[in-house]
């Protein structure tokens, strides 16, 4: 009886388990084998400790969400001798105060790198 139960729990330690996400006393927290509790790595796909499979996409779920990254998109009119990182002719920029002048600032903050395209 004792080996056909060891045997059961190897089989069912095939199937992959999500990992659960544990909190230390102090705050401290990290990833842990569902089965036995014992801390794993996210490199890890099998628990160093009791050999169950590892699922990580609870985890992954959790840190970039359900759909992963979005984006959105805007379209708007420009002037004719607008040309990408303008910002001074872009109608999305403010004008900012810095110590010494008025500063055209982007409110995306991508000054240096204007995503804009000009169709
Ligand atoms: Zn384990």
């Not at 699922?55 to 805007?74: F, H, Q, S």
Request: aromatic share 8%; with cysteine; charged share 25%.
């Amino acid at each position: 009886m004792g080996l056909q139960d060891d045997l059961r729990a190897q089989l069912i330690k095939q199937f992959p388990a999500e990992v659960i996400e544990l909190a230390e006393q102090n705050g401290t927290r990290y990833y842990a084998c569902p089965t036995c509790k014992r801390p794993v790595a996210k490199s890890d796909t099998t628990c160093p400790g009791c050999q169950q499979v590892l699922g990580w996409g609870k985890i992954k779920e959790l840190e970039t969400g359900p759909m992963g990254p979005r984006y959105a998109t805007l379209k708007f009119e420009v002037a004719g001798d607008f040309s990408k990182g303008d910002c001074r002719k872009c109608p999305l920029s403010y004008i900012a105060k810095s110590a010494t002048e008025n500063v055209y600032e982007c409110p995306l903050n991508l000054r240096s790198r204007c995503p804009i395209a000009i169709e």
